[in-house]
């Protein structure tokens, strides 16, 4: 079976309070090993890390994120550099961060961002990076502020901007997109860039696969994005699937183990 890893999903959020262990489950079954959880805000940090402690196939990510830029200050900034400063196991990545047009007080988004970019410049961590809307204003930023390395999260844009973040030394994350065949630049973008720059991701439990509209999405429907992926890149899905391993694992510095890769919990 592949070894998968879903390098963006909200596993701690509450949609997964009832039955987190049978979704993890679901998610085994696909050949799921490893999963990405990025925090989101700092009220939510201490129960993320909380549950990383439970289940040893998490890793995770703090950051503050556009969407609950309500609940924000700069202030925060600091408990993050706190938190950066004590390493933990399996914080892999400062994330998930960035800028969101539809969302409001674009100044302290930007702010916020820029200052979090540099944590992640300085404790030499990658940066798992949201936008919406904001791809163009995006890329100077993490040009001029952010690490080496990076994600921009749930890609959706030409070809020409994907490559501008690849070759900043940034991965796209793949998800649900692309199963939807109007996404045609998305899809054209992502059959074209290297494979070395591409790693599945599901932002469980939002972005549904097509046919999964309303629903709840889990990380067992990665399988859906991979079978498309296979279809867009012409390879086989054993290749495809080792090299995705490969790049996730890579991005995040997370060491593949000696044997197949999966992590129990």
């Not at 100044?107 to 961002?113: A, S, V």
């Not at 992640?120 to 936008?131: G, K, M, S, T, V």
């Not at 199963?179 to 290297?194: D, G, L």
């Not at 079978?227 to 510095?253: A, G, H, P």
Request: glycine share 6%; hydrophobic share 35%.
């Amino acid at each position: 079976m592949s070894r998968l890893y879903d390098t963006h999903c909200h596993l701690d959020f509450q949609a997964f309070d009832d039955d987190r262990e049978q979704v993890l489950e679901n998610a085994k079954e696909v050949g799921l090993g490893r999963f990405m959880v990025p925090g989101v805000s700092a009220e939510q940090w201490p129960r993320l890390q909380q549950l990383v402690e439970q289940f040893a196939s998490w890793r995770f990510a703090l950051g503050l994120h556009p969407w609950f830029i309500e609940k924000h200050s700069l202030n925060q900034i600091d408990e993050l550099e706190q938190a950066l400063d004590k390493p933990k196991e399996r914080l892999l990545a400062v994330g998930e961060i960035g800028l969101d047009a539809t969302c409001e007080n674009s100044e302290l988004q930007r702010k916020l961002f820029i200052e979090q970019l540099k944590l992640a410049r300085q404790y030499r961590l990658p940066a798992i990076i949201h936008h919406r809307k904001t791809l163009e204003t995006t890329h100077p930023l993490v040009k001029q502020h952010g690490p080496d390395s990076g994600v921009i999260h749930a890609f959706s844009g030409s070809y020409e901007q994907a490559m501008k973040f690849v070759d900043c030394g940034y991965k796209l994350g793949v998800g649900g997109v692309i199963t939807y065949t109007r996404a045609k630049k998305t899809r054209e973008a992502i059959a074209k860039v290297p494979v070395s720059a591409l790693v599945l991701e599901t932002d469980s439990p939002d972005m549904p696969v097509c046919g999964y509209q309303g629903q709840r999405n889990e990380p067992a429907r990665i399988a859906k994005v991979l079978d498309v992926l296979v279809e867009l890149r012409d390879m086989s899905k054993e290749s495809l699937s080792d090299t995705l391993w490969q790049n996730s694992c890579e991005l995040f510095s997370d060491v593949p183990s000696a044997s197949s890769g999966h992590v129990s919990g």
